[in-house]
């Protein structure tokens, strides 16, 4: 059974870090898609960051390129988000999802076939 638990989030003000977490598990490290969606209240899902295990691809939107970061911890089965220069406009739920296709690392929901619970981030201002 495919397992995705996100952490992390919390609240920061504006300008500061916040790293988030995706243990991950009932899949292996090296065959996985895992991408960071986000859903602001009353805005549809938006994607974040995706991560290819199969060739260490990474995807970032335009709206976090150079100030997020994702990565993997291939030993705790964990998957990151790193998050710095936070904005008001960061506020939303993150959520970490997952596939077993191969596909490059694409940004949109309806790749993905596993999700997890989310996690708050707010960015105060």
């Known amino acids: 059974e495919v397992q995705l638990v996100e952490s992390g989030g919390g609240l920061v003000q504006a300008g500061g870090s916040l790293r988030l977490s995706c243990a991950f598990s009932?899949?292996?490290?090296?065959?996985?898609?895992i991408a960071w969606f986000r859903q602001a209240p009353g805005k549809d899902y938006e994607g974040v960051s995706c991560l290819s295990s199969y060739d260490g691809e990474t995807t970032y939107a335009d709206s976090v390129e150079g100030r997020f970061t994702i990565s993997s911890d291939n030993s705790k089965n964990t998957v990151y988000l790193q998050m710095t220069s936070l904005e008001p406009a960061d506020t939303a739920v993150y959520y970490c999802?997952?596939?077993?296709?191969?596909?490059?690392?694409?940004?949109?929901?309806?790749?993905?076939?596993?999700w997890g619970q989310g996690t708050q981030v707010t960015v105060s201002s």
């Open positions: 009932g899949f292996s490290f090296d065959e996985y898609l």
């Open positions: 999802a997952s596939t077993f296709k191969r596909l490059g690392a694409p940004l949109t929901t309806y790749e993905y076939d596993f």
